[in-house]
């Protein structure tokens, strides 16, 4: 924590640089596979994760989950960051939805949900002001998905010179057994 790595390429005429500086973790208190009593079934749910954020105000976060033999990285949903400025220094909680991998067919109503006898890693990352201003802008453009009367919405980079991220982040991971 603390230390910030920099990126710099230099491609005939071209230079990009950046920086991103790993931020203090903050764990992860709880996970639970949380099942609401609208599911469509009694074998569907949720994931919540609980932290505690630091009285400092200025922490961002950005959440993944992978299920155990089923993806094979962790998989991003759209929405995955947020940062404290309706939740400083307090205790909070997080419930997403389960994204799966890009193109991948999901059995009839089971998009979105994560399902008894899954065993799922969730992982918990705090990332720095101008990550999450990168991310954050991206997931806004992907989420009005040409959406006419959605704001505008233009995508920031963190890298100078060029488009793209440059990211580094500490990470607390936790293991949910779906049940």
Sequence with gaps: PGVTYDLHVLYDT????????????VPIDS?????????????MGFISTSYTDPDTLGN???????????DPSFIYPIGSTW??????GVPFSVTLFRYSE??????????G??????????RFESID????????TFEAAVSAQGNPFAPPTNVITNIEGGLGWWIAYSTSVDTVVCN
């Design 129 to 136: 002001r101008a990550a999450f201003s990168a991310v954050s």
């Design 83 to 88: 940062d404290d400025s309706f939740a400083n």
């Design 60 to 70: 961002c976060y950005r959440w993944a989950s992978r299920r155990v033999g089923e």
């Design 14 to 25: 071209l230079e990009l640089t950046s920086s991103s500086k790993i931020e203090n973790l």
């Design 113 to 122: 949900f994560w399902k008894t006898g899954d065993t799922v890693l969730v």
């Design 31 to 43: 996970t639970a596979f949380v099942i609401p009593l609208t599911a469509p079934s009694d074998s």
């Design 102 to 111: 890009d193109f991948s067919e999901e059995p009839e109503g089971e998009t």
